[in-house]
């Protein structure tokens, strides 16, 4: 079977300046992935060029085996909160309802089966009682996972998600890490971008280390070493590996 994620020589740009070159590496099915990098390393830019909203300048994306456009429906996206409209007008339940969407195709309307596979779906994040709030009015972390649930909606079998710990309490982050450890325990497979060097070894089993370049993907226990971190911080590093070993 075609992995669920294989990057192959890809460089990418805005405008013109570089942001990823010649980037390689394969995802095996059934593995927790944390995209680690310094702050512009490019992390971001990965996982939009995985999902087909940025064009890379060379090389190439598959979703088991495919072009994006062929298998969307099998991949779940989790965006920056920075990225959404959060003043934009609905409610927790519509916005967990919009991850049905690709299944139901341009002519049909969501009904009673999806409005239960959203609330089941805002359940297991523990947010059906404020299923009809505004999505602005709910907190950071609130409205993370509410976005987490619409990606459950799309019941995929490869999750992307870009930073989905940021700026939310500690009981968000780990309710969202349970969530995404299950899903890997259910054969899915999920990526993602993550900062907090002292984590890594306990969210991720396997890593992607990236500056621009690839420095190291693989198993976390084989590859988030004092050696790569130090190769992928650069003059940073050593307050990367105190990250990585405060507490």
């Known amino acids: 079977m075609s992995?669920?994620?294989?990057?192959?020589?890809?460089?990418?740009?805005?405008?013109?300046?570089?942001?990823?070159?010649?980037?390689?590496?394969?995802?095996?099915?059934?593995?927790?992935?944390?995209?680690?990098?310094?702050n512009g390393a490019g992390k971001t830019t990965m996982l939009k060029v995985?999902?087909?909203l940025l064009r890379p300048v060379a090389g190439?994306?598959?979703?088991?085996?495919?072009?994006?456009?062929?298998?969307?429906?099998s991949v779940g996206y989790v965006p920056q909160r920075g990225s959404v409209d959060w003043d934009f007008p609905t409610d927790a339940r519509d916005v967990v309802e919009m991850g049905t969407y690709g299944r139901l195709g341009w002519l049909?309307?969501?009904?009673?089966?999806?409005?239960?596979t959203a609330e089941r779906c805002l359940e297991r994040v523990d947010m059906l009682g404020l299923a009809d709030r505004q999505i602005g009015e709910l907190s950071g972390?609130?409205?993370?996972?509410?976005?987490i649930a619409r990606a459950l909606a799309q019941d995929?079998?490869?999750?992307?998600?870009?930073?989905?710990?940021?700026g939310v309490d500690y009981v968000t982050e780990r309710l969202v890490v349970d969530l995404l450890r299950e899903l890997r325990d259910e054969g899915r497979t999920v990526v993602v971008v993550h900062h907090d060097l002292a984590s890594v070894a306990d969210y991720f089993d396997t890593v992607v280390l990236l500056n621009r370049e690839?420095?190291?993907?693989?198993?976390?226990?084989?590859?988030?070493?004092?050696?790569?971190?130090?190769?992928?911080y650069g003059g940073a590093a050593r307050r990367a590996e105190e990250m990585r070993t405060d507490g």
């Open 3 to 38: 992995p669920p994620l294989a990057v192959r020589g890809v460089s990418a740009a805005y405008r013109d300046e570089a942001v990823l070159w010649d980037v390689s590496f394969t995802i095996p099915e059934g593995r927790l992935v944390g995209i680690v990098g310094p």
């Open 50 to 52: 995985a999902m087909g």
């Open 60 to 73: 190439s994306v598959e979703i088991f085996g495919r072009p994006i456009d062929r298998v969307r429906r």
């Open 108 to 116: 049909r309307r969501p009904g009673t089966a999806e409005r239960r």
């Open 141 to 147: 972390g609130q409205q993370q996972r509410v976005f």
């Open 156 to 166: 995929a079998r490869l999750y992307l998600a870009d930073e989905p710990f940021a």
């Open 214 to 232: 690839l420095v190291a993907a693989g198993p976390t226990a084989e590859v988030f070493t004092r050696e790569n971190i130090a190769r992928t």
